[in-house]
């Protein structure tokens, strides 16, 4: 039958988890950037020397120092804190809102499903990085505004990932089963939407994990994000435009520090939706 | 197919007058007066009185939100209350620029990934295709305005071929235009095309799996004859959604990259307003991009209607 | 150019083999798919290739034409006659000229089989332009109506301009067809092309196959699952299992004196016309007291169905329910003998009636309102059930039989609780469906369960075999702690033939037979009185099949239940049914006793399903009058 032929192709492009791997060891380096940063950093990330304005890396400096002598290093450290702060409230915000949306419109139909979507597609209009314009202008530029902003912009992606699953698990035999011996609405989400869907919400986390990071280096980067003196990387990044003739190491190390964390995240999602997959496709 | 379009222009209507007002109220959750705020702490109350009046903003709220919002659509979108100056024609000015940026950098992003994205899926197991998947992977955590910073590193700095920064209108000077807008749209291009590939590279991935693409090499086609033929129509509905997507993205992308380049566009007016706390221009700005994104989607609607027929029977 | 002295007869003549297969062995990187395969074809000649799911038939003709996935290898030598050229290992760009021209195939699904933006009459056009066997596109696209007329689709040149979704499973197939035939190939491959069509469609499909070949003398290499089909359109079959092929010769030979152990399971489990001495369906395991339907016996009787099984005690040892299809039944009754209704049941369910019936179904209406496709538009309307009576008696088999878009969906899931009449009244143990609160159903749902059709759906992957069978007891009201539901699930797996152990286990550690035992352990662990099977065998293999059935059938006698069965396979039910309601459209358009619906259908469509439906020794019966005749 035709399911022979495809069935082998599966088994044989199973790849070996190597975007796991890689990804989940990028989003590890991140996590223990932040971490040791509370510990310790070479010199205090937010601390000026004068003296020592814009110098190459060497063994006091490892990443050079910026143009008031304060040391790069120190600042990537402290800056991976403010990234996975921003990314976790923000991706937190969005998966308790939008998830249970997603599935509430997904189980109910009708109405519910008509205006949460709609709800979506207006939010839908407004990204992340322009929900945060609005609150910088109104609010002032602070990290909570970031967060705030880019979780309530995260939502709609959250509230469609998790409506088509949970359209996908309720138009199941499994679902019609649990119908027939009259379980609970609240059961069935439980007990069959949840549990199929978890995969896929993961892999969301994951992708608007790396959204996040993004949002965040470029709030920071036009000054809406977390205000100075505490050291992210979109700023350091802006504040580094104006050596870009004489001093372009100075871009490339928050630059290189972003594209790691959102590859991270990238990898992470992409290897997640590998392994998670194939058991959707069986539940079909 | 007619009846499809009026759906989705009713849809397009409430989403728009949701957005109106979701931008109003939330704009007006600011404390603080803005007569006060232009007048400043020692303004009398008679000037203050006046200047609301002039503002208009002694009104009730709800006349306030319908006098901007009918405006809108007219081109009026009121005076500023800090320049004092007509937001409307600043706007049209500034949209041109912005759309020049986003429609190049689209046109740009998918002559990169169409053929990259097909290539990588037809080899997806050769050295060539591994390489491009990478590539798109790499170029996709790489934020845009690293990217243009990056580019004015080594094409600016490094080896002097464009201007690191500024404009010029393609009416006044289309060389100087050529040069000024090679790497912001290089730089919004290279990030889209990487996002665009690899959506491109998993639809062409799909489309090589179905049943009418072996029906076709069942027929004597050859493998990209098939793929051609029969292949890329069907690709491109999944790839036309995700470019409606990326559009967006792309328009709010720009706002960063006028920033990195100094591009008198939308979204350096928009954080100048932001700035100077002007938040007429904030808010009438904000509702130009956001009605421009839906415009976007409405007519990618349109086109999904051509592609595929069986949206076109199904009304 | 390259064509024309490929076409030229290189040697051999009419004696020459069709095609010419020589220990082809197909293979992944790490374990053979098909091992040895050989087969000599001459032309005209039709061959049927039997297995089950995973015997390696499929990936044999994917071989065949040259278009096997990536990573699966072949070796061995396969010749077509006109080609020197050894079509293993034969560049792509030579076996292009021979696919779709000398050589092509006709796939199971033919909706996802035709490219949904073209429309049907340039896709068929497409293959002639390819070969170059029309000489303009205009004379492409004329020849395509002409054999889309060919393949009898109502007003050709109207559907030459239809894209593949406004066509129905049945047309797309003819398209499918056509689009094979174009070229006049002298082998056409198909790869179950009416498994996924209706029973009705099939028949008229296999026809027109049939003669398509037989009139431009084309060999045909036909694959399928299904030993009836075979039997009606095959001179010779293979038998594959597991990749290797167990056994060969004419059809005749293989269906009535079988050598190998497994082509003569394969014949017990798929001949539904025959029982053991027990009255149950031969499996696999209980093949050794089978016997095939043999030749000479095969002649003389002509209503086929009712074949005695020689050499077994065919009278069955149950008590109070012989099953009426037990093939000692015997040709027809007169059919005024049997009183059509509901009220009347066999003779043999009498003795169960208990009074009231258990089902009662009056003037059931459902319409479903297709969503607005404006805002101000009209709804329409869309009519699934269109006013239906019927009773079911306590203890009655109940079979209802319809071909997709019948209702008979619909009629299952309002008798479920499932979904609300739009008119009617629908009574299922005492209580009333039609308006009832959620809360109301409970009760009814707890008389009434369901088999569902997908062994892969209707389990939920993530649940372990334990939380499956014990859900029906987390029902509001249910208070059962968990010792006692272990327990209960323990009894459950025990009663439908599962190891305890698989308690412990998910459903992806189950063969498909497996996880259907898994799903009637769930539908009867809190003891209903009402089983409702939908489909429950037709995505099954043949050799689980019987299994399955056998164990429902001695399920419904050990708990008593009342078993109402939902089939488009007409065999099937009457094997397990006693009673029958035949749906069309939406309506019951004929109901009596199984035996008065098959031996005497009043209806013309009850008519043409019958005679539609095929089994193996009516097929067989046909094929050996015709060669005696």
Redesign the interface.
């Known amino acids: ?6 069935a ?2 599966r ?3 199973r790849r070996p988890p190597a975007t796991l791997l890689v990804g989940a060891a990028l989003v590890l380096l991140v996590v223990l950037a932040a971490l040791v940063s509370f510990i310790w950093t070479p010199y205090n990330p937010e601390q000026a020397f004068p003296a020592d304005r814009l110098q190459g890396s060497s063994a006091a400096h490892l990443m050079g120092t910026d143009r008031y002598g304060r040391d790069v290093f120190s600042g990537i450290l402290y800056g991976a804190r403010i990234t996975l702060l921003v990314g976790l409230v923000a991706v937190g915000i969005a998966l308790l809102v939008g998830t249970p949306l997603g599935i509430l419109a997904g189980m109910r139909g009708g109405a519910v499903e008509e205006v949460s979507m ?1 709800a979506a ?2 939010l ?4 992340a ?2 929900v945060a ?2 609150f ?4 002032g530029a602070s990290t909570t505004t970031a967060m705030l902003a880019i979780g309530i912009g995260s939502i709609p992606g959250f509230a469609r990932v998790a409506r088509s699953g949970t359209l996908q698990v309720m138009s ?3 679902v ?9 609405a609240f ?1 069935i989400a439980r ?2 939407v949840l ?2 869907i978890a995969g896929m919400v993961v892999v969301q986390c994951s992708v608007s994990f ?1 959204i996040a990071v ?1 949002a965040e ?2 709030l920071s ?2 000054g ?1 994000g977390t205000p100075p003196p505490v050291p992210s990387w979109g700023r350091m ?1 802006q504040e ?2 104006q050596f ?2 004489t001093y ?1 190491m100075l ?1 490339v190390w928050p ?1 290189l520090a ?3 964390a ?2 991270g995240f ?2 992470l999602g ?1 290897g997640l939706r590998d392994k998670f997959d194939p ?1 959707l496709n ?3 | 197919m007619a009846i499809r379009l009026l759906v989705n222009l009713a849809r397009f209507a409430v989403t728009y007058v949701a957005a109106t007002v979701l931008v109003f109220l939330f704009m007006r959750a600011i404390p603080g007066d803005p007569a006060q705020i232009a007048l400043g702490v020692n303004a009398t109350p008679e000037l203050l009185a006046q200047t609301r009046a002039e503002f208009g903003t002694d009104r009730p709220l709800i006349v306030q939100y319908f006098d901007w919002a009918l405006g809108l659509p007219m081109g009026d979108f009121g005076t500023s209350y800090v320049t004092r100056q007509d937001i409307s024609p600043l706007v049209l000015d500034r949209v041109q620029v912005s759309l020049i940026l986003v429609v190049l950098a689209m046109i740009v992003a998918l002559l990169i990934a169409v053929p990259f994205g097909t290539l990588a899926a037809v080899k997806h197991r050769s050295p060539g295709g591994i390489l491009v998947s990478g590539a798109s992977q790499l170029g996709v955590a790489v934020p845009n305005f690293l990217a243009g910073i990056l580019l004015v590193v080594v094409f600016a700095v490094g080896l002097g071929w464009f201007p690191a920064n500024g404009w010029t209108a393609p009416a006044e000077d289309f060389g100087d235009f050529l040069s000024r807008v090679a790497l912001p749209v290089l730089a919004l291009a290279s990030v889209q095309g990487a996002i665009l590939t690899r959506y491109v590279r998993s639809a062409v991935m799909e489309v090589m799996s179905e049943d009418y693409l072996r029906t076709a090499r069942a027929k004597g086609l050859g493998k990209m004859e098939a793929l051609l033929k029969h292949g890329l129509r069907n690709a491109s509905i999944p790839v036309l959604t995700v470019t409606s997507v990326q559009l967006a993205a792309l328009i709010i992308g720009a706002v960063v990259i006028e920033r990195v380049f100094v591009i008198p566009g939308l979204g350096s007016m928009l954080l100048d307003a932001v700035g100077n706390r002007d938040l007429l221009t904030v808010q009438s700005v904000v509702m130009v991009l956001v009605a421009i994104t839906l415009i976007i989607n409405l007519v990618v609607d349109v086109l999904y209607t051509v592609l595929d027929p069986r949206i076109r029977k199904a009304s | 150019m390259a064509r024309l002295s490929d076409t030229a007869p290189v040697h051999g003549g009419p004696d020459e083999p069709l095609l010419r297969v020589e220990s082809l062995t197909v293979s992944t990187q790490d374990r053979p798919l098909v091992s040895d395969f050989n087969l000599t074809m001459s032309r005209g000649e039709r061959i049927g290739l039997i297995g089950e799911s995973g015997s390696g038939k499929s990936m044999t003709t994917t071989a065949l034409m040259g278009l096997l996935p990536e990573g699966v290898t072949a070796t061995g030598s396969i010749k077509l006659a006109g080609h020197d050229l050894d079509l293993v290992g034969a560049p792509d760009q030579q076996l292009r000229r021979i696919r779709g021209n000398d050589m092509t195939m006709v796939f199971q699904e033919p909706l996802t089989a035709l490219n949904p933006l073209m429309k049907v009459g340039p896709q068929v056009a497409e293959i002639m332009l390819k070969h170059r066997t029309a000489s303009s596109r205009a004379a492409a696209s004329a020849k395509a109506v002409e054999l889309l007329a060919g393949v009898k689709l109502p007003d050709p040149a109207e559907a030459a301009k239809a894209y593949p979704h406004q066509l129905s499973g049945g047309q797309r197939q003819r398209v499918m067809l056509a689009m094979a035939l174009a070229n006049d190939p002298a082998l056409l491959l198909c790869d179950e092309p009416t498994t996924a069509l209706d029973v009705t469609v099939q028949r008229q499909v296999l026809d027109l196959i049939l003669e398509s070949v037989q009139q431009r003398g084309t060999g045909l290499l036909f694959i399928t699952h299904d030993l009836s089909v075979v039997a009606n359109i095959c001179d010779r079959v293979l038998v594959m299992n597991n990749g290797q092929v167990v056994e060969e010769g004419t059809t005749v030979d293989v269906f009535s004196r079988p050598q190998h152990p497994y082509t003569r399971g394969l014949l017990a489990a798929s001949d539904l016309d025959a029982t053991d001495a027990d009255g149950r369906l031969f499996t696999v395991a209980s093949a050794g007291g089978y016997t095939p339907p043999a030749p000479d016996h095969l002649v003389d009787e002509v209503p086929a169905a009712a074949v005695h099984t020689p050499g077994t005690g065919a009278k069955t040892t149950e008590t109070e329910a012989p099953a009426p299809t037990t093939p000692a039944t015997g040709p027809a009754e007169p059919a005024g003998a049997v009183v059509v209704g509901p009220e009347t049941t066999a003779p043999a369910t009498t003795t169960l009636d208990a009074g009231a019936p258990v089902i009662s179904v009056k003037d059931l209406v459902r319409t479903y309102q297709r969503q607005r496709t404006s805002l101000f538009g009209k709804r329409t309307e869309v009519p699934a059930l269109r006013g239906i009576s019927f009773d079911v008696a306590a203890g009655q088999r109940f079979g209802v039989v319809g071909e997709s878009g019948s209702g008979k969906s619909t009629l299952l899931r309002i008798l479920a609780g499932l979904d609300q009449p739009t008119s009617g009244s629908v009574r299922v143990a005492g209580n009333e469906v039609a308006g009832a609160k959620e809360h109301e159903l409970a009760e009814l749902r707890r008389q009434l369960q369901i088999v569902f059709q997908d062994p892969m759906g209707s389990l939920n992957p993530r649940m372990r075999v334990q939380d499956i069978i014990a859900e029906p007891l987390l029902a509001p009201g249910q208070k059962v702690d968990s010792a006692r539901q272990r327990k209960l699930v323990a009894e459950m797996l025990a009663a439908v033939g599962l190891p305890a152990d698989s308690a412990d286990r998910f459903p992806h550690q189950f063969s498909g037979g497996q996880r259907q035992r898994i799903s009637i352990a769930r539908a009867l662990i809190c003891q209903p009185r009402v089983l409702v099977a939908d489909e429950p065998v037709s995505a099954l293999d043949v050799s689980v099949r019987a299994q399955v059935l056998n164990l429902l059938s001695d399920l419904v006698d050990e708990y008593q239940l009342t078993l109402v069965f939902v089939s488009h396979d007409l065999g099937v039910v009457r094997y397990i049914c006693d009673n029958v309601v035949v749906m069309n459209r939406g309506q019951i358009v004929e109901s009596g006793s199984t035996e008065q619906i098959y031996e005497a259908p009043r209806h013309d469509y009850t008519r043409t399903l019958v005679n539609s439906s095929m089994s193996l020794r009516a097929e067989l019966a046909a094929r050996e009058a015709a060669l005696s005749g």
């Open positions: 039958m035709t399911t022979q032929p495809a082998v192709v088994s044989t492009r709609r597609d207006i839908l209009a407004f990204p990085l322009l314009i609005m910088g202008a109104v609010f199941t035999e499994y019609l089963a649990a119908k027939a011996s009259s379980q609970s059961r007990r069959h549990p199929n790396a993004l280096a470029a980067f036009l809406l990044l580094s435009q870009l003739g372009p871009a630059g972003i594209a790691v959102v590859l990238n990898l992409d058991k069986g539940g079909r």
